[in-house]
């Protein structure tokens, strides 16, 4: 703790609140670490010593145009770019060529009119000089929804795996998702930005998580703009690989509303060295050179 109270006084006034957020993580960290048991999997990191990292394909760090990877073969895979706009991301690009950026295919037959038509218009809204940049929730302060949170990259996922709750903390602006481990959800559920989760273990490697009540407002499945409606159910499948260093995710997503199948995503992450830091989004993130980007959400009034 006393490298909490050091860290503290070298701080700006405004962090002090996140600097004590940390200290409660490693309380948590302990208390969990106590109850584990031996029939689930260890997806808890100690965030003195190592956390998740997304990765691609070839295992290097996952960075903006490195989107959700294939699903398991025979199964409908995600929403991809658009072809008439091809997206090169941060990585591979070669001598000469710029980061583009991300066009879904709004033309995909799995979309329904409405949501092909939203996706259009977002494209266009770039594509016409109205906004310089397309909207990305975490890169704008928002959450990034559920499964579109998984998206994130460079910065780590940390797990606290706790007999009742299991919390998810991205090191982006400490956003937490927290998973109840019950056996059923809630009666009637309030629509939020992650929704409510409940989840359970399976196989001893494998953390399932059961998702309904999402937001709909600035709330995505993945960094294309793909919309839903308040009927999103999405399944998700954390298992850690036998190497202990790799984890793989598989989400399903379903939404009668807005998609004429069930789509398929799968991610991966690798078990990184390194201490959990301090990342505040909001500060300094203005749109300095006039861009049209879509305003960081900003409270109205302060909480005390």
């Known amino acids: 703790m006393s490298w909490f109270m050091d860290a503290r006084r070298r701080i700006p006034a405004r962090a002090a609140r996140r600097t004590a957020a940390a200290a409660a993580l490693i309380g948590l960290y302990a208390v969990g670490g106590a109850s584990a048991q031996t029939s689930i999997p260890q997806l808890m990191s100690n965030p003195f010593d190592w956390a998740w990292v997304r990765i691609r394909a070839d295992g290097r760090n996952a960075l903006f145009g490195d989107g959700w990877l294939d699903p398991p073969a025979g199964l409908r895979g995600p929403i991809r770019n658009d072809p008439a706009h091809p997206l090169q991301g941060n990585q591979g690009r070669g001598p000469g060529r710029q980061v583009t950026l991300a066009f879904g295919n709004y033309r995909d037959p799995v979309l329904k009119p409405w949501a092909a038509d939203q996706m259009r218009l977002s494209n266009e809204e770039v594509l016409t000089g109205k906004r310089g940049m397309p909207f990305l929730a975490t890169s704008r302060c928002y959450p990034g929804g559920v499964p579109g949170q998984l998206l994130w990259t460079t910065e780590r996922l940390f797990f606290i795996q706790e007999p009742k709750v299991v919390h998810m903390v991205w090191e982006r602006d400490s956003l937490s998702r927290r998973i109840f481990m019950t056996d059923k959800h809630s009666q009637s559920v309030k629509p939020s930005w992650f929704g409510e989760s409940i989840g359970r273990y399976e196989n001893g490697n494998t953390l399932v998580i059961d998702t309904i009540g999402l937001a709909t407002k600035n709330s995505y499945i993945d960094n294309f703009r ?3 409606s308040e009927k999103l159910h999405v399944v ?19 939404d009668p509303d807005t998609f004429n199948a069930p789509l398929t995503m799968r991610q991966r992450w690798l078990k990184t060295k390194g201490s959990m830091r301090e990342t505040i989004c909001a500060e300094n993130n203005f749109d300095y050179f006039n861009q ?4 960081i959400p900003t409270a109205e009034k302060p909480d005390f």
């Open 226 to 228: 793909t919309p839903h």
């Open 236 to 254: 998700e499948r954390l298992t850690l690989e036998p190497d202990g260093q790799h984890l793989t995710g598989i989400a399903t997503v379903e």
């Open 292 to 295: 049209g980007l879509f305003p």
